[in-house]
């Protein structure tokens, strides 16, 4: 994405020629899973401040965030979905770049995002949830997303969110067809979606028992399931290449994060079986 360069810094020439080096990498994706055979994106920021700026640390924003009201609390774990999510969408947009988030709830994850330096708006079916979403985002759009309408969208946007949004349409590809034609040249689509093929889920189906459950993986409300390699086929068909694809790996009482790093480069290493869901960053297909 970004070529990192090491900032030489001169000296006197009574010391030594020292070379400082500052650089910021992601680790712990699948590998190959960013761009051809690359690893995640590396950004740097030189000593001098004259580097490219990195963008702000989403694990810190989740944390300076609020518990959040939505339907579900936000992570602030390392490498659990709202880290890699919010990751993918910093990476992604330009500084000041405009998201339009569907599902957008309360507003809780747009927070992040905001507080991040960029500019939200979203949709919510629930009218309650998108009151409070207002409160953080420029705009909130409420209604059927299925039914929905993009002309109504002021402008193009640098990213369009799907965060655990897509499993409960009837028609994701219908929307995702329409709201592509909303992306700014150069903008991604950025989702994040459960994966039924994991393991969990697998041993239950030895068992037996398909049982759906009030959240997670088997929610009652998720309408479409997904694994790894049908996600992709699915994007495909929505008009999009995938350019990265990576498993969120959480493990009970694993918190630090050395600890969480490692797990999450062990589980992608076998994506389609540990991952409990995928974050993916895609693009509209030439």
Same mark, same amino acid.
Request: charged residues 20%.
């Given at each position: 994405?970004?070529?990192?360069?090491?900032?030489?810094?001169?000296?006197?020439?009574?010391?030594?020629?020292?070379?400082?080096?500052?650089?910021?990498?992601?680790?712990? @994706?699948?590998?190959?899973?960013?761009?051809?055979?690359?690893?995640?994106?590396?950004?740097?920021?030189?000593? #001098? +401040?004259?580097?490219?700026?990195?963008?702000?640390?989403?694990?810190?924003?989740?944390?300076?965030?609020?518990?959040?009201?939505?339907?579900?609390?936000?992570?602030?774990?390392?490498?659990?979905?709202?880290?890699?999510?919010?990751?993918?969408?910093?990476?992604?947009?330009?500084?000041?770049?405009?998201?339009? &988030? !569907?599902?957008?709830?309360?507003?809780?994850?747009?927070?992040?995002?905001?507080?991040?330096?960029?500019?939200?708006? +979203?949709? &919510?079916? #629930? @009218?309650?949830?998108?009151?409070?979403?207002?409160?953080?985002?420029?705009?909130?759009?409420?209604?059927?997303? &299925?039914?929905? #309408?993009?002309?109504?969208?002021?402008?193009?946007?640098?990213?369009?969110?799907?965060?655990?949004?897509?499993?409960?349409?009837?028609?994701?590809?219908?929307?995702?067809?329409?709201?592509?034609?909303?992306?700014?040249?150069? +903008?991604?689509?950025?989702?994040?979606?459960?994966?039924? !093929?994991?393991?969990?889920?697998?041993?239950?189906?030895?068992?037996?028992?398909?049982?759906?459950?009030?959240?997670?993986?088997?929610?009652?409300?998720?309408?479409?399931?997904?694994?790894?390699?049908?996600?992709? @086929?699915?994007?495909? &068909?929505?008009?999009?290449?995938?350019?990265?694809?990576?498993?969120?790996?959480?493990?009970?009482?694993?918190?630090?994060? +050395?600890?969480?790093?490692?797990?999450?480069?062990?589980?992608?290493?076998?994506?389609?079986?540990?991952?409990?869901?995928?974050?993916?960053?895609?693009?509209?297909?030439?």
């Amino acid at each position: 994405m970004f070529p990192h360069r090491p900032t030489v810094t001169s000296r006197p020439v009574s010391r030594p020629l020292r070379i400082r080096v500052r650089v910021r990498v992601r680790v712990g @994706e699948e590998p190959g899973e960013y761009g051809a055979g690359m690893a995640a994106p590396v950004r740097t920021r030189s000593t #001098d +401040g004259r580097g490219i700026p990195a963008p702000p640390d989403p694990l810190q924003l989740l944390r300076a965030a609020s518990g959040g009201d939505g339907y579900v609390h936000l992570q602030t774990i390392p490498y659990r979905t709202h880290h890699l999510l919010a990751r993918a969408v910093l990476d992604v947009a330009p500084p000041g770049g405009r998201v339009f &988030e !569907a599902g957008v709830s309360s507003g809780y994850f747009a927070s992040v995002l905001v507080a991040g330096g960029l500019r939200v708006d +979203g949709h &919510e079916l #629930d @009218e309650e949830a998108a009151e409070r979403a207002r409160e953080v985002c420029e705009q909130v759009h409420v209604g059927n997303l &299925e039914t929905f #309408d993009p002309e109504v969208l002021d402008s193009p946007y640098d990213v369009l969110l799907f965060g655990d949004t897509l499993e409960h349409l009837a028609d994701p590809v219908s929307v995702l067809r329409r709201l592509r034609t909303r992306l700014a040249p150069g +903008g991604a689509l950025v989702v994040s979606v459960p994966n039924v !093929a994991n393991w969990m889920v697998r041993l239950s189906l030895l068992a037996g028992r398909f049982r759906y459950t009030d959240r997670g993986i088997m929610d009652r409300t998720h309408l479409r399931f997904y694994t790894r390699a049908t996600l992709r @086929e699915m994007l495909v &068909e929505a008009g999009f290449t995938v350019e990265s694809m990576v498993g969120a790996v959480p493990v009970p009482f694993v918190t630090s994060e +050395g600890a969480a790093r490692l797990t999450h480069r062990l589980g992608n290493l076998r994506p389609s079986l540990f991952a409990y869901g995928f974050v993916v960053v895609a693009r509209p297909t030439p």
